[in-house]
Each structure stands twice: as C-alpha cells, then as structure tokens.
C-alpha cells in the first residue's frame, strides 16, 4: 500500500534536531510505574509511601532534578522491563504525613529517553536526552 498521500496531509516544521541543544542530557529521578505515563502539558498526582521513593522525593525537592516517569512493560513469563521513553517534569508537594508519606503532583513538562543508568539503589537515577518535540507546520 502507498502511503506518500498522507505525509502531505500534516506538513511538519524541521526541528533542527541536530542542534546541541536538542541533545540535551541531563540527570534524571526515574520513577518506574505500570500503566501511568506522564504527558507533558499534564499534571499527574501520585501518593508516595515507599522508604526508597520517599527518599527520592526529598532530593528532588532539595535539587533541579526531574523525575522521569518510565512506564514498566510487561513481558513474557511475568518479567518486566523499564521503557527507555519517559514523560518527565516537575515535583510539587500537595500534602505532607508525619510518618513521611506525601501526596505530590508532578507537573509533565518533556519527554525524555534514557541513554544511561546512574545508579539502581536506593532508587534509579539515569542520564537522559530531550526528545524535542516537532511543530505542525500550521496552527
């Protein structure tokens, strides 16, 4: 089947995405959860309760990281693996609990890929790039 018909039905700006800019990498608190994905322009409230997440949400207030979350795919024979794609954005404390737990919001501000893994424990840090995003050609 020719599809060439339907490149021309949403012409795309080019993105320079061979600009240094647009390779940006940063490091990244990554969150892995089944069935959630963070969509830049959204707000996604999560409920933190885990010792190893709420030590990372503490870094996270007391640092410019972001926290990328990584959807956990789920594979044959009940493995699963972290997807490399993630939304990531901004942390916001909603409500704090005397015993730690917290309910936040994390605001979706990009989407990033993981090119590197930092470190696994207490919880996951990664190197990630930006994925820019690529404009319709019109409004």
């Given at each position: 089947m020719d599809f060439s018909w339907f490149k021309g039905l949403f012409p795309f700006k080019k993105s320079g995405a061979?600009?240094?800019?647009q390779k940006k990498t940063e490091e990244v608190c990554v969150f892995p959860l089944?069935?959630?994905v963070l969509i830049p322009g959204n707000v996604l409230p999560l409920h933190i309760f885990e010792e190893r997440y709420k030590q990372m949400t503490e870094d996270l207030l007391t640092t410019n990281l972001s926290l990328a979350l990584s959807l956990v795919i789920r594979e044959t024979q009940g493995k699963t693996k972290n997807s490399v794609i993630c939304g990531a954005g901004t942390v916001k404390v909603?409500?704090?609990f005397p015993d730690g737990r917290k309910n936040i919001f994390v605001e979706g501000l990009k989407r990033l890929r993981i090119v590197k893994y930092l470190q696994e424990s207490p919880y996951i840090k990664a190197l990630a790039e930006t994925i820019p995003d690529i404009p319709f050609g019109s409004e």
């Open positions: 061979d600009s240094p800019e089944p069935n959630v909603m409500e704090e």
